[in-house]
């Protein structure tokens, strides 16, 4: 592991869309993103969940929290995050924000940004509180692979800014799915152009 640095593993037989039930994306989804204390979702933990709902184009609802992980965070999270111990200690613990966060996405695609870490840690969580995650998700990364094959990376930033899209306050919740909306809009427009 290298400390600071932003790496996805990616497998080249994972599907982009996964838990696909026939939905299209016309209507509404759900971008998210997480900050965690680390990379094992049943080893660490959430804190920060942030989200935005995307109707016929446009934001229409945003979703943002900082979780309780009960444990300190580790200061290779917070020089990454910038979310400190202090900025967590009073925010509300998984148990009440998980359930609050799936009102918010029910009924919609979810979108993210190397979706299968987002989702993971959904899900186990999910599971500890004996909830069955299943939603239909959209990787953002497996996208910009049809879309951009040459890149060197795949991460936010990069794919940002092969886009030409401003990544303000990155590692941050509500923006990082701010900007992966913007993004993903851009991909469907690009996808759409290209009869995909």
């Known amino acids: 592991m290298i400390y ?3 790496a996805y593993l990616v497998d080249d037989l ?3 869309v996964v838990n696909e039930e026939g939905q299209t994306l016309q209507d509404s989804f759900v971008v998210f993103d997480l900050e ?3 990379f094992s979702p049943t080893r660490n933990r959430i804190i920060e969940i942030g989200a935005v709902k995307v109707e016929k184009g446009k934001i229409t609802d945003r979703f943002s929290t900082f979780v309780n992980p009960e444990v300190a ?3 290779r999270i917070t020089d990454v995050t910038s979310i400190t111990d202090d900025m967590v200690s009073d925010a509300p613990k998984i148990e009440t924000i998980l359930p609050e966060f799936l009102d918010f996405c029910k009924g919609c695609v979810l979108v993210a940004h190397n979706a299968g870490f987002d989702y993971s840690f959904i899900c186990k969580k999910g599971a500890e509180q004996g909830r069955d995650i299943h939603y239909t998700v959209v990787d953002t990364v497996g996208v910009a692979r049809v879309l951009f094959p040459h890149l060197a990376k795949y991460t936010l930033d990069n794919v940002a800014k ?3 899209i401003s990544l ?3 590692h941050r919740a509500v923006e990082d799915a701010e900007a992966t909306a913007e993004i993903f809009e851009k991909m469907i427009r690009m996808l759409e152009k ?3």
Do not use: L
Request: charged share 20%; proline share 10%.
């Open 14 to 16: 994972d599907d982009t």
């Open 36 to 38: 965690t204390t680390g």
């Open 168 to 170: 303000v306050n990155h």
């Open 4 to 6: 600071g640095c932003e």
């Open 162 to 164: 092969t886009m030409k």
């Open 73 to 75: 965070i580790p200061p």
């Open 194 to 196: 290209q009869g995909i």
